[in-house]
């Protein structure tokens, strides 16, 4: 499960990764951190997502968006206690959760990442002092894309990515899923196409991708 990415880029260089170019002047930031974890009970935590604008010829725009759906679930000590969880990974996209919002394209969105994360098998601690993790980035893509899904709540609008099996390089580190991740060309179709255009795309990443256990550095904020 990836619960810890990062997008070391600027806004603007994010959207032209799109295929669009922003409207906003080269010094425009939005208040998302380069490490994004996912959000919680008491802290909640943003993200940058793009998705279609409502208005207008609905042009895309950048949104920042809590990382993970809030949802109840039962406690394991005593069913009848509901516990909030915020769910960050959308693997089961048929579940009641997900549905709705791959269905619509409305719902849909992309999120940019440059590196993203899996726990390193061996556990200990990173040359960060966090949880030792396996990085992964794209050599092809700079900035690389989730598919990512997003739906109104009741603390604003909160996003997740969908996750598919492992590929090649990632199934050595985790075995069980890794994040789907697009191809450039592929960006439109998952926003705008059908839901079977959309399901066709939530696979495993078949690019090149690089591997390292470093935390990647800051890179251009």
């Known amino acids: 499960m990836c619960n810890r990415y990062r997008l070391s880029a600027k806004q603007k260089d994010v959207m032209r990764a799109c295929g669009y170019e922003p409207p906003y002047s ?18 909640a935590r943003y993200g940058l997502v793009v998705r279609r604008s409502p208005d207008g010829n609905r042009p895309l725009e950048p949104v920042a968006m809590e990382w993970g759906f809030p ?12 516990l909030d969880r915020f769910v960050t990974n959308a693997r ?19 999120v940019p990442f440059t590196h993203f994360a899996e726990p390193h ?14 990085w992964f980035s794209l050599p092809d893509q700079p900035i690389g894309f989730f598919a990512g899904l997003w739906r109104p709540t009741e603390r ?41 255009d959309a399901l066709a795309l939530v696979r495993p990443y078949d690019g090149r991708m690089y591997e390292q256990v470093a935390t990647p550095d800051g890179g251009d904020d």
Request: proline share 12%; hydrophobic share 30%.
């Open 26 to 43: 080269e010094d425009v930031t939005f208040p998302v951190p380069r490490e994004i974890f996912p959000t919680g009970k008491k802290t």
């Open 71 to 82: 949802t109840r679930v039962a406690s394991k000590r005593d069913p009848a206690v509901k």
């Open 92 to 110: 089961n996209l048929s579940s009641s959760m997900w549905k709705p919002s791959i269905a619509n394209p409305e719902r849909r969105c992309v």
């Open 121 to 134: 098998p061996e556990g200990g601690k990173g040359d960060d002092g966090k949880p030792r993790q396996m």
């Open 156 to 196: 604003g609008d909160a996003y997740a990515f969908c996750t598919t099996s492992p590929n090649e390089t990632v199934a050595p580190w985790h075995p069980k899923a890794m994040p789907a991740i697009l191809h450039p060309a592929d960006l439109i179709i998952w926003l705008d196409g059908s839901h079977d």
